[in-house]
């Protein structure tokens, strides 16, 4: 079974540039993630979409990330504009839709951001 | 959702058996109590889950008391490749946070030949 893909795997920007993310799930994993990891913490959820209606987005800086899921497979990701404090890895992760499994996340190896 | 606090750090050496606890006070009934790893570079990869007394699987054993308020993530015989970071996480199994995790810090495990 192919695991969560994720490109580019590395992306270096100027501040104020823009970038964009992609995520392809597992196939079949109605649910999908996108987490930012800054250097030393845990990840964050960002945003968590089923299918391809948005579940929660409250942690989210809608000002500058928007994320789509269109036709309830692949997502992307986007910054725009990129402040340097976005500097970090972002991954995408996808589970199953239940309620036990969907703890069960599978992450993708992530995109590490680095904003200067 | 229930906030956990687990030891920052721990060390251990080649074939001992590694026990991370995490305190969990507020949990709620609904909730259960997960754990993952997570290897440099690398996304975090599930170990187990549970609900109340023992679970175990090919890779851990997790023991839960009876209160809840605790768990214990036990590592059999731990190699140089255990080493990496261990996240608790408790979160409901229903209702409208379904999936949504919260990540701590962690604990980073050393493992020293």
């Known amino acids: 079974e192919a695991g969560v893909a994720q490109s580019p795997r590395y992306k270096i920007i100027e501040k104020r540039q823009s970038v964009a993310f992609w995520c392809n799930p597992i196939?079949?994993?109605?649910?999908l993630y996108w987490y930012q990891q800054i250097l030393g913490q845990g990840p964050k959820l960002l945003i968590q979409f089923q299918n391809n209606g948005v579940v929660d987005d409250s942690q989210l800086p809608k000002d500058r990330f928007s994320a789509e899921r269109l036709k309830g497979v692949d997502s992307t990701l986007k910054i725009q504009p990129a402040k340097l404090e976005d500097s970090a890895v972002y991954l995408c992760?996808?589970?199953?839709?239940?309620?036990?499994?969907?703890?069960?996340?599978?992450f993708g190896p992530g995109t590490r951001l680095t904003v200067t | 959702l229930a906030k956990t606090t687990q030891p920052i750090s721990m060390d251990s050496y080649e074939g001992q058996e590694v026990n991370i606890t995490c305190s969990h006070n507020?949990?709620?009934?609904?909730?259960?109590i997960t754990w993952y790893q997570q290897f440099p570079s690398q996304g975090p990869r599930f170990i187990i889950q549970g609900y109340k007394t023992k679970v175990t699987n090919e890779v851990a054993s997790l023991f839960i008391p009876a209160d809840r308020k605790s768990s214990t993530l036990s590592l059999p015989r731990v190699s140089l490749s255990d080493t990496a970071v261990y996240y608790c996480l408790v979160g409901e199994g229903r209702g409208s946070t379904l999936g949504r995790l919260y990540f701590g810090r962690g604990t980073q495990l050393t493992v020293w030949p």
């Open positions: 992760a996808s589970s199953l839709d239940s309620d036990r499994s969907s703890y069960e996340q599978y």
């Open positions: 507020n949990i709620a009934t609904n909730d259960y």
């Open positions: 196939s079949g994993h109605a649910t």
